[in-house]
């Protein structure tokens, strides 16, 4: 299947500062990406959904100002978690689809916030 | 009202015996498409198979399959000869519409726990 990248697959950051997670469609562009949070033992909730080149759309309830998306280009989104509390601790996985049915994922990544 | 429905928590299987997962969905929309991922405990999420409203036939990939029953709006999981790497977390999706665009509503998960 497609490759999906995501990185980092975890970070560690003091309260108050920002964090910025890269997700790379590495073999296809990917015209659309998303953003999901999954809390330990819960189901994966969409954050916002962003399409290249377009601002991105969130989800009811989702900070758009907290959780800053860029997708820049055809292979890359970025979400930044701005000012983080030690609520935002959580996983967060992007996936990427291209001209495909299948939404391919990232691996990942676990933040936690001290 | 849950769009997707995994009533199982969790299940156990014995290596080698086959297990169904259950998934249920709710959707007045005639075109949408029925997704298993499978989450292992590194967190990653994998594609199984797809299913779309129009399809014919029960999807099958490889060890897996989709019990559709369109009437009865259920989309079940079926690992044939389980194997102890197949513990792990499923997770049933759907997307409404048939645009790449729209996103995947996941249901609650059942975790899978293959005993020797």
């Known amino acids: 299947g497609a490759v999906v990248s995501q990185h980092p697959s975890w970070v560690i950051c003091k309260s108050g500062t920002s964090v910025k997670i890269e997700c790379r469609s590495l073999d296809f562009q990917a015209t659309t990406m998303f953003w999901y949070r999954q809390f330990p033992k819960q189901s994966l909730m969409l954050m916002a959904t962003s399409n290249e080149g377009s601002k991105a759309t969130y989800e009811q309830g989702v900070e758009k100002d907290k959780f800053l998306i860029n997708h820049a280009s055809l292979t890359l989104s970025t979400l930044t978690v701005t000012s983080a509390h030690p609520e935002d601790s959580s996983f967060y996985i992007c996936?990427?689809?291209?001209?495909?049915?299948?939404?391919?994922f990232g691996q990942g990544t676990r933040l936690t916030v001290v | 009202a849950q769009k997707i429905t995994q009533t199982q928590p969790g299940m156990f299987v014995q290596e080698k015996e086959a297990v169904t997962l259950d998934c249920t969905y709710d959707?007045?929309?005639?075109?949408?498409?029925l997704f298993w991922y499978k989450q292992p405990s590194s967190g990653e999420m994998i594609f199984l198979i797809y299913q779309g409203s129009y399809d014919q036939q029960n999807a099958t990939e490889g060890r897996y399959s989709l019990n559709f029953q369109k009437a009865r709006k259920s989309a079940n999981l079926v690992i044939s000869a389980s194997q102890l790497g197949d513990s792990a977390m499923y997770f049933c999706a759907m997307r409404e519409g048939l645009d790449n665009t729209d996103k995947l509503i996941f249901g609650t998960g059942t975790r899978l726990q293959v005993f020797p």
């Open positions: 996936s990427a689809r291209g001209l495909i049915k299948e939404a391919f």
């Open positions: 959707t007045s929309d005639p075109s949408y498409g």
